[in-house]
């Protein structure tokens, strides 16, 4: 059985808001003040955001791929969100949500003006999972 897109953003929102939090007190940094299924929209808040990427079915396999987005604003150097958000992606489980395994790419941080004109940074994530289709699923 597929999962849907939708359903594949939502667990892993849910995984992060779980996991990252404790990293990022043991760290001594602020916790994001929203984990959402879309672009981030509100520009003055700490925001970490999963959305739709893309997908790709063939007659055997198939992949879906999600973007990740911290948004950071008045951090400058986010070198220890991006360690913890690492980590936590590394921890993911393919398995839980269906597919067989998942590769992983970030971009390096991008310094950027967010809300008010401040200074901040802006991380991203790819998170592409495959998987073998069974002849049920052909």
Same mark, same amino acid.
């Given at each position: 059985?597929?999962? %849907?897109?939708?359903?594949?953003?939502?667990?892993?929102?849910?995984? !992060?808001?779980? +996991?990252?939090?404790?990293?990022?007190?043991? #760290? &001594?940094?602020? #916790? !994001?003040?929203?984990?959402?299924? /879309?672009?981030?929209? @509100?520009?003055?808040?700490?925001?970490?955001? !999963?959305?739709?990427?893309?997908?790709?079915? &063939? +007659?055997?396999? @198939?992949?879906?791929?999600?973007?990740?987005?911290?948004?950071?604003?008045?951090?400058?150097?986010?070198?220890?969100?991006?360690?913890?958000?690492?980590?936590?992606?590394?921890?993911?489980?393919?398995? &839980?949500?269906? !597919? *067989? &395994?998942?590769?992983? @790419?970030? /971009?390096?941080?991008?310094?950027?003006? =967010?809300? #008010?004109?401040?200074?901040?940074?802006?991380?991203?994530? %790819?998170? *592409?999972?495959?998987? /073998?289709?069974?002849?049920? /699923? =052909?």
């Amino acid at each position: 059985m597929s999962i %849907e897109t939708e359903d594949l953003i939502e667990a892993i929102r849910i995984f !992060f808001e779980v +996991e990252l939090p404790p990293l990022l007190l043991s #760290d &001594s940094l602020d #916790d !994001f003040q929203g984990y959402i299924g /879309e672009p981030p929209y @509100a520009v003055d808040e700490r925001q970490l955001a !999963f959305y739709m990427g893309g997908g790709n079915d &063939s +007659e055997s396999n @198939a992949s879906e791929t999600i973007r990740g987005q911290a948004q950071l604003p008045r951090i400058q150097n986010p070198v220890k969100y991006h360690d913890a958000i690492w980590k936590v992606l590394k921890k993911f489980d393919s398995d &839980s949500v269906g !597919f *067989s &395994s998942k590769a992983l @790419a970030h /971009e390096p941080y991008y310094p950027g003006e =967010i809300g #008010d004109g401040g200074a901040g940074s802006f991380l991203l994530y %790819e998170i *592409s999972f495959y998987k /073998e289709l069974d002849d049920c /699923e =052909i």
